[in-house]
T-cell receptor, first 113, second 112 residues
Framework: GAVVSQHPSRVICKSGTSVKIECRSLDFQATTMFWYRQFPKQSLMLMATSNEGSKATYEQGVEKDKFLINHASLTLSTLTVTSAHPEDSSFYIC?????????FGPGTRLTVL | QQQVKQSPQSLIVQKGGIPIINCAYENTAFDYFPWYQQFPGKGPALLIAIRPDVSEKKEGRFTISFNKSAKQFSLHIMDSQPGDSATYFCAASYNAGNMLTFGGGTRLMVKP
């Protein structure tokens, strides 16, 4: 199967700091990765589509300057939450596209104090 | 994003029962319909997916029924087990592998 990892699994930070979340496809190359956000007991909301070697495409309402996405290689995409605030606390999940299927990572729980 | 409506929001069945989760979509351009299972604190895992050229697909205990004219599809879990207790999401996309639009999720509890 296709394995996608995320690091860290949990992070707690102070308000105003920046946090970087890594998403890796471990056994396949992914030209396209996606970043989702999920609030408790809610569905997944797409934040952005990340294509290797090009700028990410952000969904409406997602601040690109706050959620920086870099997809520098075929196996790694990073999401940096800049100047995090308590309202950014959420479960962030990435997925990587392999052929016609998206495989999801285990998620990163971000808590901003 | 186009909407995908999922029902019910929660569902409780006895072990061995057959929970059914329904989804409806609006965008006729959608051509790929996966179902994901998510356990608390984990990422979603692909269960089964269907394309609109077939009306039913079965993998193990999981079956998708698809009604193209009604723009609806559903997940049936045969012989449900307590280990199936999780949140299930339907989703849709055009050109499989592209951005997914998720339904609201169904929290399933299977009682022993």
């Amino acid at each position: 199967g296709a394995v996608v990892s995320q690091h860290p699994s949990r992070v707690i930070c102070k308000s105003g700091t920046s946090v970087k979340i890594e998403c890796r496809s471990l056994d396949f190359q992914a030209t396209t990765m996606f970043w989702y956000r999920q609030f408790p007991k809610q569905s997944l909301m797409l934040m952005a589509t990340s294509n290797e070697g090009s700028k990410a495409t952000y969904e409406q309402g997602v601040e690109k300057d706050k959620f920086l996405i870099n997809h520098a290689s075929l196996t790694l995409s990073t999401l940096t939450v800049t100047s995090a605030h308590p309202e950014d606390s959420s479960f962030y999940i990435c997925s990587a596209r392999r052929e016609d299927t998206q495989y999801f990572g285990p998620g990163t729980r971000l808590t901003v104090l | 994003q186009q909407q995908v409506k999922q029902s019910p929001q929660s569902l409780i069945v006895q072990k061995g029962g057959i929970p059914i989760i329904n989804c409806a979509y609006e965008n006729t351009a959608f051509d790929y319909f996966p179902w994901y299972q998510q356990f608390p604190g984990k990422g979603p895992a692909l269960l089964i997916a269907i394309r609109p050229d077939v009306s039913e697909k079965k993998e193990g205990r999981f079956t998708i029924s698809f009604n193209k004219s009604a723009k609806q599809f559903s997940l049936h879990i045969m012989d449900s087990q307590p280990g199936d207790s999780a949140t299930y999401f339907c989703a849709a996309s055009y050109n499989a592998g592209n951005m997914l639009t998720f339904g609201g999720g169904t929290r399933l509890m299977v009682k022993p």
